[in-house]
């Protein structure tokens, strides 16, 4: 553990410093003159509020608050008292700002090095950091921990997979941080390169969906790669709590990934309700950060589909669970009138052995009924004839969708080297949107 008094501190203890720090925060927000929070907070009263018992009588934060705000309209300080800004780009018009002091970046790199340490990273380890370098909190975020942790940092960033397999290998890279779909893409290149002396020994892995099935079929590859077992675990995050390292997925239990809830505080709510669900029930994830000075957020909708659970771990840490990420609230697909989410569909397939992981979907609008077409590819370079009927079935079977499946060989499908990798994709045009024939 990086900072074991925090992260297995008794759970009483933590409440207490929960409690206190949530009551400086809005001692912060009241006292900042900032429009944005005095308006938000016009109803609350710091006697409302004692401790985190009572956090359901504060009111919501989303992203459409820091769209109104931009780009500075949400700051609990002067804005020279920062000094650094990230930014996300939305789906639509102007990136999202989101700012830092000083103790913020340290706690940005605390966190992140407790997930390094989570995934089995050590101080004597080269870290290979592949997330993209800029506005994206990825790169800096895995860049600034890792150095915390006493790591020697390989600021890769994405893109150039020659180069960066090359260097993964000369410089004897321990650990690998990238998207999971980028690991993958590095896998097969060294594969294909039969590249020798690799020593990774664990991929931390984030910022995009990706199921328990890709986790097996990514692990096997990289063990392939370097004769030795190696452990893929989840880190997750968003810009506008911190960026990575807000949860993170231990060596010991995998499936769920501990939450640092002395600095980011969680519940789960009904997404259409907005009310509290109780532990262990499924819903959108909302975050409260406890020690952020620059931009704090209060009880903010994330969009994430999770469930928490409290109780021990295997590896000591108390810090409470969130369930590896189902989606989110928004990219739920209806088809025909079904509801499912693309990281369900990834889910079912790859239960198939015969699948390599790479798989993407499209959804067709150019007639009245939607069609969904789901593609996917397998190991090597035959497909059975008969898998796409069983695929197929397995979709309707399992999540009552109806679809079309393709099987391809191997390459067959477009590849991520920079960014988040896109699952799904939408076809109005005959062109196909893969670049596939019809
Ligand atoms: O993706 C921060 C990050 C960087 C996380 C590197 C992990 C590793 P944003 O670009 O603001 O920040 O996107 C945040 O990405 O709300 C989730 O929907 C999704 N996401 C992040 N991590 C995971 C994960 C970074 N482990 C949004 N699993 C979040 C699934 C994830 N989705």
Known sequence: MFQPDAESAPV???????????????????????????????????????????????????????????PFGMLAVPRDATVRAHASSGTSGKPTVVAYTARDVE??????????????GRRSDV???????????????????????????????????????????DLGADGLACTPSFAMLLAERAEADDLQDLRVRYL????????????????????????RRVVARDIYGLSEVI??????????????LHVFDDHFL??????HRGTVLPDGERGELVLTTLTKQAQPVVRYRTGDVTRLTHGACACGRTHPRIDRLSG??????????????????EAALLEHQQLNGNWALVLDHRSTLLRLEVHAEVHGSH??????AVLAQRLTSRLRVSSVVVVHPAGTLPRTAVGKVQRVHHRYEDAHPLGLPD
């Open 243 to 256: 960026g990575p390292g807000v949860a993170m997925e231990c060596v010991e239990a995998p499936g769920a």
């Open 328 to 345: 989110r609230t928004d990219d739920m697909l209806v088809v025909r009138g079904v509801n499912v989410f693309p990281r369900e569909i």
């Open 12 to 70: 009483d203890a933590r409440r207490t410093q929960q409690d206190e720090r949530l009551r400086d925060l809005l001692r912060r927000l009241a006292g900042c003159d900032q429009p944005f929070w005095t308006e938000r907070l016009a109803e609350v009263t710091p006697d409302d509020v004692d401790g985190v018992d009572d956090l359901a009588a504060l009111p919501f934060t989303a992203k459409p608050d820091l769209r109104a705000t931009y």
């Open 383 to 388: 497909v059975d004839p008969q898998l796409a």
């Open 127 to 169: 870290l290979h950091v592949a997330y993209g370098y800029g506005l994206f909190t990825g790169g800096l975020g895995l860049h600034y921990g890792g150095e915390r942790l006493g790591a020697t940092v390989i600021p890769a960033s994405g893109g150039n997979t020659d180069l960066q397999l090359t260097l993964l290998a």
């Open 107 to 120: 706690i940005f790199a605390e966190v992140v090095a407790r997930s390094i340490a989570c995934a089995g």
């Open 266 to 271: 969680p519940e789960i709510i009904d997404p």
């Open 204 to 227: 931390i892995c984030g910022a995009e969906p990706w199921s328990g099935g890709f986790r097996d079929r990514l692990e096997d590859a990289w063990s392939a790669l370097t004769d």
